[in-house]
Nanobody
């Protein structure tokens, strides 16, 4: 349902842009967003964007991350700036069905590694 990409290894202060592509389009999705999970830590919500474009971010993102949605390209992006070692994690995108908000679709994870 969803194809995540864009992860990689960067140094502290670097930037990455993650992409979450929906081959079948995004018309069937409401809110979309990104979670991350670091080794030994709980999964945490990074950012989300509603069908109408309203965004939410975790407090720990400190305005370094931004999420945007290009419905024409069937893609949600997560831009990440000023990356820190603590941003190292596997990032996974998700999408909530507009027909049943208890149904959530997931993409595979993409690894982000930030080294000092």
């Amino acid at each position: 349902q969803l194809q995540a990409s864009g992860g990689g290894a960067v140094q502290v202060g670097g930037s990455l842009k993650l992409s979450c592509f929906a081959p079948g389009g995004v018309n069937g999705f409401g809110t979309m967003g990104w979670y991350r999970q670091a080794p030994g830590k709980q999964r945490e919500l990074v950012a989300s964007i509603s069908r109408g474009g309203a965004t939410k971010y975790a407090d720990s993102m400190d305005d370094r991350f931004f999420i945007f949605r290009d419905n024409g390209k069937h893609t949600v992006y997560l831009g990440m700036n000023s990356l820190k070692p603590e941003d190292t994690a596997t990032y996974s995108c998700y999408a909530v069905s507009i027909f049943n908000d208890r149904i959530k679709y997931w993409g595979q994870g993409t690894q982000v590694t930030v080294s000092s």
